[in-house]
């Protein structure tokens, strides 16, 4: 693991390229073939991670460039899941969303290839972002199981074979992204579980990505959870959540949201460190990872690796000041 101070590192998603998505459109249409396909997405990784480490990033991830979605893709690859028609989420922003018709089981790899394919073409530390079971199930119809936490409990051991997989293949670093668990606190304890399923037998160092909800309602209860880091959202809230986890000890590291990924506003570098500083309320700087609130996929590319590159100045500075 990289344990330098304050690594930077991203949530999840990036902007695809728009070659990318025209090739898309042409492949569901049956235009292009399969090989093209792989070849396509494959680039469009390469070009993402350079971006990535151009920009400054010390962890990085393929910004989710064969993910249509952090729900479905997911659900097609998962033995009992089939897709409904989209339906809308917010704006103009839809997603196919899944049912759960049949037992749950694991029936190939999520994101080994992934991984295995990243790793080939980077040097630096990689995060393998998950979706976690609650949100799977909380996103999707379920239409086989008796109650919401028998769903929940089938798809973590499910999800638990892939993060074995990832771990026998090298991966230390592996996020569950779970942002539903804030907006249901009368089911905290289930989530807990979830996740205590997700990570047995799991040897990796694990984070928790949520960025939904009211993080009152579920604070200190996510300290319980079996994880090493918990990441969250600050910046789109105005930082003003800060305030919460300081009632009570802060038992984790931090995955500090330090940028607004919902606005194109390109935050400065001065800006930055005076967010990043907030983090050092809650818990000591060895703790803090620095990233933005959640992934960057609807934002412009340049104003995505503008906010990624101010983000890592802005890391790089406060860390030269604290080692002194």
């Given at each position: 693991?990289n344990?330098?101070?304050l690594?930077t590192?991203?949530?999840?998603?990036?902007?695809?390229?728009?070659?990318?998505r025209?090739?898309?459109?042409?492949?569901?249409?049956?235009?292009?073939?399969?090989?093209?396909?792989r070849?396509?997405?494959?680039?469009?990784?390469?070009?993402?991670?350079k971006?990535?480490?151009l920009?400054?990033v010390?962890?990085?991830?393929?910004g989710?460039?064969r993910?249509?979605e952090?729900?479905?893709?997911?659900?097609?690859?998962i033995?009992?899941?089939?897709i409904?028609?989209?339906v809308?989420?917010?704006?103009?922003?839809?997603?196919?969303?899944?049912?759960?018709?049949?037992?749950?089981?694991?029936?190939?790899?999520?994101?080994?290839?992934?991984?295995?394919?990243?790793?080939?073409?980077?040097d630096?530390?990689i995060?393998?972002?998950?979706?976690?079971p609650?949100?799977?199930?909380?996103?999707?119809?379920?239409?086989?199981?008796?109650?919401?936490?028998?769903a929940?409990?089938?798809?973590?051991e499910?999800?638990?074979?892939e993060?074995r997989r990832?771990?026998?293949?090298?991966?230390?670093y592996?996020?569950?992204?779970d942002?539903?668990?804030?907006?249901?606190?009368e089911?905290?304890?289930?989530a807990k579980?979830?996740?205590?399923?997700?990570?047995?037998?799991v040897?990796a160092?694990?984070?928790?990505?949520?960025c939904?909800?009211?993080?009152?309602?579920?604070?200190?209860?996510?300290?319980?959870?079996?994880?090493?880091?918990?990441?969250?959202?600050?910046?789109n809230?105005g930082?003003?959540?800060?305030?919460?986890?300081?009632?009570y000890?802060?038992?984790?590291d931090?995955?500090?949201g330090?940028?607004?990924?919902?606005t194109?506003?390109i935050?400065s570098?001065?800006?930055?460190?005076?967010n990043?500083?907030?983090?050092?309320?809650i818990?000591?700087?060895?703790?803090v990872y620095?990233?933005?609130?959640?992934?960057?996929?609807?934002?412009?590319s340049e104003?995505?690796?503008?906010?990624?590159r101010?983000m890592?100045?802005?890391?790089?500075?406060?860390?030269?000041?604290?080692?002194g």
């Open positions: 693991m344990r330098r101070l690594p590192t991203v949530v999840g998603s990036y902007p695809k390229p728009n070659w990318l025209r090739l898309i459109r042409e492949y569901e249409k049956g235009e292009i073939s399969d090989k093209v396909m070849r396509a997405y494959d680039d469009a990784v390469k070009a993402v991670v971006e990535q480490e920009a400054g010390d962890i990085l991830w393929d989710e460039m993910r249509d952090m729900t479905s893709y997911f659900a097609r690859r033995e009992g899941f089939t409904y028609g989209e809308r989420v917010w704006g103009n922003n839809y997603y196919p969303k899944p049912a759960i018709v049949d037992e749950l089981r694991y029936k190939d790899e999520l994101a080994v290839s992934d991984y295995k394919f990243l790793r080939k073409i980077t630096r530390e995060k393998v972002p998950i979706t976690g609650y949100t799977l199930v909380d996103w999707s119809f379920n239409e086989y199981y008796r109650t919401r936490e028998e929940v409990y089938a798809l973590a499910v999800i638990n074979q993060l990832l771990v026998d293949e090298g991966a230390n592996i996020q569950i992204d942002p539903a668990v804030p907006t249901h606190p089911e905290i304890e289930v579980n979830s996740i205590e399923i997700v990570t047995r037998g040897n160092y694990i984070g928790m990505h949520m939904y909800g009211d993080y009152s309602k579920i604070y200190p209860e996510i300290l319980e959870f079996d994880v090493d880091q918990i990441d969250l959202e600050f910046a809230r930082f003003k959540d800060v305030e919460i986890f300081k009632e000890e802060f038992t984790k931090l995955g500090f330090c940028v607004d990924v919902h194109r506003r935050e570098v001065e800006e930055i460190k005076d990043i500083r907030k983090a050092f309320s818990v000591e700087p060895k703790r620095v990233d933005p609130d959640c992934g960057l996929k609807l934002l412009p104003v995505a690796f503008e906010k990624l101010n890592c100045q802005a890391a790089r500075e406060l860390r030269e000041d604290l080692e």
